[in-house]
């Protein structure tokens, strides 16, 4: 025995026709023999009694493997037979069929493309005997994509309205590699703790354990032993560097494509068995190899068939196994989407029956119920919407359009320096979608007899519809009843509304459409509340968009939207958005307004005014925003309003320097304003971009068109009812030109933008300016009168308080003799003193103006000598002679007191000098004392 074993021993080892560089030895490897008690035996490299480096391996069964082996697995290069004459060429991972390979079967078949634990999985060629071949991505034993197309397949592109939304969501996820890993790990929906473990050595298993136990089935692969497995298996080539773990089971269920497309990407450097590029299959050229085989075309009548609504045919070709039942064209198009596009729901249920994956996309990332969504509604029945009015439509027509879901993989494959340069001259072909769906050369439908033989059911719906290229039955457009029907169906069958958000999700079709019942069964099957639109198109929710849905349609959406918890607060950030109403040019200059003659400080005004404890928020555009700013039904607006602030929306937040109050002032919805102030908002909330604060927003005559003239002061007094204070401080310009003043400084402001009302003469204007002119000056009076009565309120709350409010000019009795010279009155010490506000006493104005005092009784200040005039004959005639009168009385005491005090120093002199006579003479000082006081009693002041 041992002589034998030295013979065998001695006798040449079998060695693969491979390449020296791609076999690495070990020092410590030995060239053994090893046999087991039923029979088989191993031949090759030995180390630590493990298989390790290249031998051969022969079953008892008569199965043999010669190549390279890795811890007792056969791992790397080699060729495994079979005993009916079967041959496998190719690598192997773990001692399963990994990477690209060729597979000859005993019946002369052979297979050349990738695997993947020991199963087809990728881009692969099956050449048959007849030499036909079958050319696609494989997945197992079944094609699952073609690199032809199927007539009539569906395409966004014939609906360019929304073309550029699935377009620009496409153009996001050309980044495919690295970020889907990522993304696939991070939502891994099997995260258990227990995985965690596995990513530190020590935790997992005892050391080396992977030298004395070969099952990989059940022992979990550490990250150390990864690396080892993963650097012995690729050698010389390129590592995938953390790619080797991208293709996650997780990524397969969720996105199949996605996970091949990765599979692909990492072994893109080991194709030394192939006689063809996979470039040519994955960009889906298949013109360069051999006619189509049964499989191609089974697969192509199967999805045609679908789409005819032959059930007979589809059943007899899923019950024979001859194609697989989410097989699609080259541009992912599969049976459900046909059988979904012409409404045949009988084919819909036996595909759905056989396994069929109902949420399946297509290249455009279009999946069954997104074809019945756009089907169903389209453009044409959206409702329009305040929400959406500032966005942009799709633009262009589908005749040039090409597919963007080719493109980025064609780009991915071609560029010099990306991952897969070098797979196929090919690569750069640009297919368009006009290739794709019209193109001239049609599949072939008739298939080999030996092939039909299996079923005499198909041979006869072949014969039916006959075998030439151009025969296709006619196929009537589907009503909307039977749409409608096909789309509960879909939803009743499992189909996730979450899934695809190509061209939007199914929940903002509903709810654009104002189909009540659609968004009731949505969200009674779990669809998100809080999706939203693409960036470009708003990046609105659902809740905005029913907010803003004229008809009752919009409070019965809203209410539904609440009712699944949908956030009233939630915001879209578009700070570079400007309320339309607010996009007026404004010069920085304005004739009959200049910007001087105002405070030199805001202090005074703000102790006028008390401020507001409510901090704003300006981060975004909320359901709130949107349903004050409509202005199709005031009342159904209203509505929206209560239900959004009965589910605590947030009533003091900012966008595009608005409040919802101030939107709804603009709107001019006085019944959302009612409602507003009735919840709690803050009417003194101060806004940004130069709006002011909710008293302005109903001053500005941007608005005044939205109400009469009654009703404008009406809601001007129910503000200030409110709370509003018209004594608010408002910054009134821009720039460097800019001032502190009051809403009637605002509101005047605004009237002066107007220039043809503004400065055109009286006479010059017609009727209808005539008509503005007088209710703009009526609503600038009613201004001017809230302003002084605020004012002189504030100023007799001081008086109450002690504190003395003294005027800022006056002449002295010395002027009044001839100097023109002015003096401050002396202010008394004993009193608090106040700053005061200066301000015109007949308009309320105090910026642009150059205000002038009272000659009389310097209090009380005006503009202008039309407004002097006025407030003389109307106000200010009987307040001048009685402030006249008391400042007379005041120079009276104030000369009284000065002689007083100059008599009191001459008798205080007067009584010392005597005090002094007479200790000289030697008389009594109590008499002096006595004639002091007499003479202090008898003097007076009249």
């Not at 304005?590 to 507001?612: A, V």
């Amino acid at each position: 025995e041992e002589q034998e074993s030295k013979q065998h021993f001695q006798e040449p080892v079998t060695e693969l026709n491979l390449e020296e560089s791609t076999i690495q030895t070990d020092s410590n490897e030995t060239l053994g023999f090893q046999e087991w008690s039923d029979g088989s035996s191993y031949r090759g490299n030995v180390s630590m009694n493990l298989k390790l480096g290249s031998g051969q391996f022969k079953w008892v069964n008569g199965e043999s493997y010669s190549g390279e082996f890795y811890n007792d697995h056969h791992h790397g290069k080699g060729i495994y037979t079979w005993p009916d004459g079967s041959k496998f060429l190719g690598s192997f991972y773990l001692s399963r069929r990994e990477g690209f390979g060729t597979m000859m079967f005993n019946d002369n078949r052979t297979f050349q493309g990738l695997y993947k634990s020991d199963v087809r999985y990728g881009p692969g060629i099956e050449t048959n005997n007849d030499g036909s071949q079958d050319v696609g991505i494989w997945l197992r034993n079944h094609l699952i994509k073609l690199c032809t197309s199927v007539r009539c397949s569906f395409s966004i592109s014939s609906y360019p309205e929304f073309y550029q939304q699935s377009n620009e969501t496409l153009c996001k996820n050309k980044g495919l590699h690295g970020q889907a890993s990522e993304k696939g790990q991070r939502e891994d929906p099997f995260l258990y703790s227990y995985k965690i473990l596995l990513q530190e050595d020590s935790y997992t298993l005892p050391e080396k354990i992977y030298f004395y136990s070969s099952d990989i089935d059940h022992l979990p692969i550490t990250p150390s032993a990864r690396t080892e497995i993963d650097t012995h298996f690729y050698k010389d080539i390129d590592q995938p560097g953390h790619l080797g773990d991208l293709v996650s089971c997780e990524m397969q269920d969720t996105d199949e494509m996605k996970g091949i497309h990765l599979h692909v990407y990492k072994h893109r450097n080991s194709q030394e068995y192939l006689e063809w590029s996979i470039g040519s299959i994955m960009s889906a050229v298949r013109q360069k190899f051999g006619p189509r085989g049964s499989r191609e075309q089974f697969a192509e009548k199967f999805i045609e068939m679908a789409g005819l609504g032959d059930y007979e045919t589809v059943f007899m070709i899923l019950r024979h196994d001859l194609a697989h039942v989410d097989v699609s064209d080259s541009c992912g198009h599969t049976a459900l989407h046909s059988a979904t596009v012409n409404s045949h729901d009988n084919i819909i249920n036996l595909l759905l029956d056989n396994g069929a994956d109902i949420n399946k996309r297509n290249d455009e990332g279009i999946s069954a119920l997104s074809m019945c969504f756009i089907l169903l509604y389209g453009t044409q029945s959206f409702r329009p919407n305040v929400a959406e009015r500032n966005l942009n439509l799709c633009k262009g027509g589908s005749g040039d359009v090409a597919l963007h879901s080719k493109e980025y993989l064609n780009d991915a494959f071609a560029k010099d320096d990306g991952p897969f340069n070098g797979l196929g001259e090919d690569m750069n072909r640009s297919i368009t979608l006009s290739d794709h769906c019209h193109s001239d050369h049609r599949p072939n439908t008739k298939v080999p007899e030996n092939v039909l033989c299996q079923t005499s059911t198909i041979y006869n719906s072949q014969e039916k519809l006959g075998t030439g290229s151009d025969r296709t039955p006619p196929v009537s457009e589907p009503k909307d009843t039977e749409r409608r029907a096909t789309l509960n169906l879909l939803l009743y069958r499992g189909a996730d509304p979450n899934m695809c958000s190509i061209p939007m999700y199914a929940l903002f079709f509903a709810v654009k459409a104002a189909d009540i019942t659609t968004v009731r069964l949505l969200l009674e099957r779990g669809a998100h509340t809080d999706v939203r639109l693409a960036t470009e198109h708003g990046a609105l929710t659902p809740l905005h968009i029913a907010a803003a849905i004229p008809g009752i349609e919009g409070v019965k959406i809203t209410e539904l939207l609440l009712h699944a918890a949908a956030d009233p607060n939630i915001r879209v950030e578009n700070d570079d958005y400007i309320f339309e109403h607010d996009k007026v040019e404004s010069s920085g200059s304005l004739l009959g307004f200049p910007m001087k003659g105002f405070q030199d400080s805001g202090l005074p005004l703000y102790q006028y005014y008390s401020k507001t404890t409510v901090v704003p928020e300006d981060l975004g555009r909320t359901p709130l925003h949107v349903a004050c700013e409509r202005e199709d039904n005031y009342k159904y607006a209203r509505d929206i309003v209560s239900l959004l602030v009965s589910h605590n929306a947030n009533l003091n937040v900012l966008w595009s320097g608005h409040s919802p109050l101030s939107l709804a002032v603009a709107s001019g919805n006085d019944l959302a304003v009612k409602e507003l102030l009735a919840k709690g908002a803050e009417p003194n909330l101060p806004l940004t971009r130069g709006v002011g604060s909710a008293l302005c927003a109903a001053v500005d005559v941007t608005h005044e068109n939205k109400r009469t003239l009654p009703a404008r002061l009406a809601l001007i007094d129910r503000l200030i009812r409110a709370g509003a204070d018209i004594l608010m401080p408002i910054t009134i310009g821009e720039g460097k030109k800019k001032a502190l003043g009051t809403a009637t400084d605002y509101a005047y402001y605004k009237y002066f933008q107007d220039k043809r009302i503004a400065q055109t003469p009286y006479h010059a204007l017609s009727a209808e300016e005539r008509e503005t002119f007088n209710a703009r000056k009526k609503l600038l009076e009613h201004l001017g009168n809230l302003t002084r009565e605020a004012l002189v309120q504030k100023e007799k709350e001081w008086t109450t308080e002690g504190i003395v409010r003294l005027p800022a000019l006056r002449k002295t009795p010395q002027c009044s003799q001839g100097s023109s010279k002015k003096a401050l009155v002396e202010p008394d010490a004993s009193s608090p003193q106040q700053t005061f506000f200066k301000y015109c006493y007949a308009c309320g104005r105090s910026v642009g103006v150059k205000l002038t005092p009272c000659s009389r009784c310097y209090c009380v200040f005006t503009c202008s000598k039309l407004c002097k005039k006025r407030v003389w004959n109307t106000l200010h005639k009987e307040e001048c002679h009685q402030l006249a009168g008391n400042l007379s009385r005041n120079v009276s005491l104030n000369k009284e007191e000065k002689m007083k005090k100059n008599t009191a120093d001459r008798l205080n002199r007067s009584k010392n000098l005597l005090a002094e006579n007479e200790q000289l003479a030697g008389l009594p000082k109590s008499h002096a004392s006595r004639n002091t006081l007499s003479i202090t009693e008898n003097y007076s002041f009249n």
